[in-house]
């Protein structure tokens, strides 16, 4: 079931359009990402879905809710149930970790339950740091209180505005965690917006790839892996370096056959030698998926080719841009 529905979105800051013809789907309960270099308008998008950009024409539709028309008060309460955490934590510093966190609820005039803070507090590993003061944290337990805060209206969406490209390594990966279990545990539907694509392989499911207020490619991680156009290659930094001599065959492994010896077994199969010059093995979200270049004598092409067919990998000639992925 998708929580959210964007159809023929088209957003312009004066004659500039930034977002062009944009059309997606987010399930419920997912973790999704919009992936891109800066400028891509990935954030321009993801302030859309809590009406805090306008749109000039197209459709948000949230939980059933047309966002665009929605009056003031309709609107109010919507973003009550959106969630968002920024790069910049946007602590108060007068205010120490508890009365961040209660914030929220406290604007929307809403009473506070201590016991469900608390529980906030232990779920991103801050109980004992109620009473401090955001000046005696440090950067991942500043960005913790502002996801404690974010969580505090129990949102059914959480918004995340590149909120971990302002920490070091270390602490990236324990916030990535952090937001994996709350999806796990809470059952909110992420959408985070990231130019890091070790964020996307950790944490994403589904992600929208855009560049310049477009969406490129969208869908599946491991079918944007396994199929990527040239510019969706060039961000994942797929460098290749290939012999211009043979035939170059780019071969493809998805989950089902990616710890499969297919490269070895059809050595043996075929009876023929072959080189293997440049390849790939990432995890994606805890799933396995390769990608292998191997060089071959042209006279070879049909056995090789027909052979991968059989072991059911996706695979494209390199050298010649006329051939299609055969899937």
């Known amino acids: 079931m998708d929580l959210i529905t964007i159809k023929n979105l088209h957003k312009s800051f004066g004659t500039t ?11 419920k309960g997912s973790i999704f990402g919009l992936v891109g270099h800066s400028g891509a308008g990935k954030s321009t998008l993801l302030r859309t879905f809590n009406g805090l950009e306008s749109i000039n024409s197209g459709s948000i539709n949230i939980d059933g ?3 665009s028309k929605l009056s003031p008060n309709v609107l109010r309460t919507l973003r009550q149930r959106i969630g968002m955490i920024f790069q910049h934590f946007s602590l108060l510093h007068r205010k120490n970790v508890w009365e961040n966190i209660i914030l929220p609820l406290q604007c ?8 469900k803070i608390k529980n906030l507090l232990e779920l991103v590993g801050l109980e004992d740091k109620a009473n401090s003061y955001p000046n005696a944290l440090s950067g991942g337990q500043k960005q913790r209180v502002a996801i404690a805060r974010a969580l505090a209206m129990q949102p059914m969406l959480l918004l995340s505005d590149e909120a971990t490209s302002a920490l070091d390594p270390n602490i990236t990966g ?6 994996k279990n709350i999806n796990k545990e809470l059952g909110v539907t992420i959408v985070l917006v990231t130019h890091e694509m070790e ?17 490129l490619k969208s869908g599946a991680i491991e079918d944007l892996f396994l199929s990527p156009d ?3 290659r060039e961000f994942l930094g797929e460098n290749e370096i290939l012999p211009k001599n043979g035939l170059n065959i780019r071969i493809y492994f998805p989950k089902c056959i990616a710890q499969n010896p297919i490269i070895t077994q059809m050595a043996r199969v075929l009876d023929m030698d072959f080189n293997i010059v440049w ?3 990432e995890s994606f979200n805890g799933v396995a998926l390769g990608v292998l270049v ?5 006279s070879h092409k049909e056995r090789v080719c027909n052979y991968l067919d059989a072991q059911g990998a996706i695979w494209e000639i390199v050298a010649q841009k006329s051939e299609k992925p055969n899937e």
């Not at 324990?174 to 937001?179: D, R, S």
């Not at 964020?199 to 969406?215: D, I, P, R, W, Y």
């Open 174 to 179: 324990a916030i990535l965690e952090l937001l």
């Open 294 to 298: 191997i060089n071959i004598a042209q």
């Open 108 to 115: 929307a005039n809403i009473k506070v339950d201590n016991k």
């Open 279 to 281: 390849g790939n093995l």
């Open 65 to 67: 809710l047309e966002v």
């Open 199 to 215: 964020v996307v392989k950790t944490l994403c499911g589904e992600a929208a790839f855009m560049q310049q207020g477009e969406v």
């Open 230 to 232: 040239p510019k969706m």
């Open 17 to 27: 359009e930034v977002l062009k013809d944009i059309n997606l789907n987010i399930k």
